[in-house]
Structure formats: C-alpha cells, structure tokens
C-alpha cells in the first residue's frame, strides 16, 4: 500500500495526498479523494503529478522546490475555473528550507510581482488569461534553467 493510500486509510479519509507520483513514472491516486469529472482532478491531481513523473525521469537529482514550481506552474496554466494563483499567494513561506511547497508558491508570487510589476497583495482577481500567460512565460524560463543545470 502507497504512502498516500496508507494515510487515507489510517485516517479514516481526513488527511492523505489524495494522489503522487514517486519516481517510478506511474501516477498513484486515491479515487475515493477526487471527483474524476472535476478540473481540480484533471489539473491538480494528473497534470501536476505528470509533470513531476516527466521531470523525475528527465532530471534525476531535481529537488523537491523544483518539482513543485513546475508542477504549480503546469496548474497555472491549464486551470480555468479555480483561482489557483491566489492559493499560491497563501501558501508562499521562504522560511522554512524543508517546505518544498512553500518554497515552490513562493518562488511563483515572486516571479509574478515581477512579471506584472505588483505587489502579491494585487495579485488577487487577475484574469485567468492573464494568470496562465505568466505561468506559460515562467514555466519556459524554468525549462531553460534545466536544461542547463542538469545537462
């Protein structure tokens, strides 16, 4: 039993992953935690967690910060119905070295405070459109940071 299945189960549904992918380039879900008709499915759980199955098998020491922030990004620029960048905004913490989500949504309000030249306390309310073209523009810029770090 995977991690995520194991702490849905011991805690009678009320924490787990819900979903992961662990290096071994398959994508393992609770189907009980999701809505398979859902975005946050289609976007949170298959595109996010396939971007980290493709960059685990692309770049073998990438780190945890790493994958979430590409991972977040991939979320940015697909989702259209949820306001995934305002979840980023809450969930940005530089203070802790061992938080690899909040690392990786801190690294993405910085990127957007200086993409759109505001604050992160106006980053709420941008349009989708405009959401998913800075997303597209930092997920290109990290994808050229790759190729050269771990060439």
Not at 18 to 40: F, P, Q, T, Y
Request: glycine letters at 8%; proline letters at 1%.
């Amino acid at each position: 039993m995977g991690i995520e299945r194991w702490l849905d189960y011991i805690s009678f549904g009320e924490t787990g992953t819900g979903g992961c992918s662990n290096g071994d380039s398959r994508i393992h879900c609770v189907k009980a935690a999701w809505n398979l008709e859902s975005e946050d499915f289609r976007v949170s759980l298959l595109k996010h967690e396939a971007q980290h199955a493709m960059d685990q098998a692309r770049y073998k020491d990438i780190t945890n910060k790493e994958l979430e922030y590409r991972a977040k990004l991939v979320e940015l620029i697909y989702s259209k119905e949820r306001r995934m960048l305002e979840r980023f905004v809450s969930q940005a913490d530089a203070t802790r070295a061992d938080n690899g989500h909040g690392l990786s949504a801190e690294h993405i309000v910085r990127g957007f405070e200086i993409c759109l030249k505001k604050d992160r306390g106006r980053l709420a309310g941008l349009p989708i459109e405009t959401v998913q073209t800075v997303a597209r523009s930092l997920f290109a810029e990290s994808c050229k940071e790759m190729a050269a770090k771990y060439r």
